[in-house]
């Protein structure tokens, strides 16, 4: 998601700015120094993610990854963002940097509901409802940035039901794709380094 | 048996080389897409018209977008979309500076102005813009003509206007391919792998300042 210079207006964009400083002082905060390669093994994973391309319409979507990235990091995510988008925004131009705010949040922001979300819910035994809402966590994790591009839009004055309508369905392939990649990320963690995902030593008994 | 081990003795070492592989997967995966992102736009005038042409950073084309012109305070003077081939042209109305803009939609868009100085020369008409196809240049059908009329008394001004007329022609090639090269900022290897170095690089900051502390490894 990322929303260029001079697209949106000044409240939207100090918003932005605002919630990203907070959720960045919190992320940093709770960010226990052990995970900092983790923390920056999953900015960079993002970094390079957002350059897998499908070209839709005139416009084109890319991979967000921020389902996975949420689950892993939880409040970690909002600097492993904004480190990310600062340089995709200085190397590659993608968004502006005064947008930086408004995009973190909107990558960062639906990564850390899905945290609270499914946390619990992957780290259970049961395959299928590991799985499934690892799947729902990479799949609910696009549409809910899809969504808040299209507010962060709106609220600069663009036609409400077009605008919504052509990010959020455009996103659409990149949720399926993210539902699925989550899905293998969470199966492959599982078996290599429960840890990662907050399981202590065995994964939790399902009840 | 010994990746066994690996695995217990350093599962540091293997959680990073999995994401590693993951990266590298990201990167291999997408070759055949297009590494589009920014829209860029640029617009040279013509004989009487502007064209406009647009694409994205990559270099691959912005179809079926819109393009709006304003006039210096804000005024839209005309609207229209791009081809199939992300061009646009359109007959100036006014000799004032023009702001085109162009917008493909979820916050993609680019501005370009053509000065009024680039407009001198262009003869105000009041055609609808169009995207059906380049006007043929007036030039083809009279050229011979002019050529041949030359030999026996040929004013300054027919051939300076026929001069414009053939370099116009001959550097259109050239045109498109600037217009073409400057928006090819797109992405190189070079620089997603100095992105990657830099968020490493902070890491080892943090990791540095941490040790500093006397934390313990």
Redesign the interface.
């Known amino acids: 998601m990322h929303i260029l210079e001079g697209v949106l207006s000044a409240p939207v964009l100090l918003t932005g700015a605002a919630i990203t400083m907070a959720g960045c002082a919190v992320g940093l905060k709770k960010m226990d120094y052990d995970r900092v390669p983790q923390v920056a093994i999953l900015s960079s994973t993002f970094f390079v993610a957002s350059l897998v391309h499908v070209p839709i319409g005139p416009s084109s979507v890319h991979l967000i990854l921020n389902g996975i990235i949420g689950l892993l990091l939880g409040w970690a995510a909002f600097p492993a963002i904004l480190v990310a988008l600062t340089l995709q925004s200085i190397l590659f131009q993608f968004g502006g940097i005064t947008a930086l705010g408004v995009n973190t949040v909107n990558v960062a922001g639906p990564a850390l509901v899905c945290y609270y979300m499914f946390s619990y819910a992957v780290r259970r035994e049961n395959t299928f409802i590991s799985l499934g809402s690892a799947f729902a966590c990479g799949f609910l994790a696009v549409l809910l940035t899809s969504i808040m591009t299209a507010f962060a839009l709106i609220f600069t004055g663009e036609a409400f039901m077009e605008v919504s309508k052509l990010v959020v369905i455009a996103h659409f392939p990149v949720m399926i794709i993210e539902g699925i990649m989550s899905a293998f990320c969470v199966a492959f963690l599982k078996k290599v380094k429960p840890e990662i995902l907050g399981v202590a030593h065995a994964p939790i008994k399902s009840m | 048996m010994h990746r066994l081990n690996l695995?217990k003795e350093y599962?540091?070492l293997?959680?990073?080389v999995?994401?590693?592989l993951?990266?590298l997967l990201?990167?291999a995966?997408?070759a055949s897409?297009?590494?589009?992102?920014?829209v860029i736009l640029s617009a040279y005038v013509e004989g009487d018209s502007v064209f406009v042409e647009s694409g994205?950073?990559d270099g691959?084309l912005?179809?079926?977008?819109v393009i709006e012109v304003f006039d210096p305070s804000g005024k839209k003077l005309l609207e229209g979309k791009t081809n199939e081939q992300g061009e646009f042209f359109f007959r100036p109305p006014q000799k004032t500076d023009l702001k085109l803009v162009l917008d493909?939609?979820?916050?993609?868009?680019d501005?370009y102005t053509v000065l009024a100085d680039e407009l001198q020369d262009v003869v105000i008409g009041n055609q609808a813009p169009g995207t059906e196809a380049m006007p043929a240049p007036p030039a083809e059908t009279r050229k011979p003509q002019g050529v041949l009329k030359a030999i026996d008394g040929i004013n300054a001004k027919e051939l300076e206007s026929i001069l414009d007329r053939v370099i116009q022609k001959r550097l259109r090639p050239l045109t498109r391919l600037v217009a073409k090269s400057q928006r090819k900022?797109?992405?190189s290897a070079t620089?997603?792998f100095?992105?990657?170095r830099?968020?490493?690089g902070?890491?080892g900051i943090?990791?540095y300042f941490?040790y500093r502390k006397g934390?313990k490894p």
């Open positions: 695995c599962p540091r293997i959680k990073i999995a994401f590693f993951f990266i990201c990167i995966m997408p897409y297009a590494l589009a992102h920014k994205f950073s691959s912005c179809k079926r977008a493909a939609g979820m916050g993609h868009r501005e900022t797109g992405v620089e997603i100095s992105g990657i830099y968020i490493l902070l890491m943090v990791m941490r934390g």
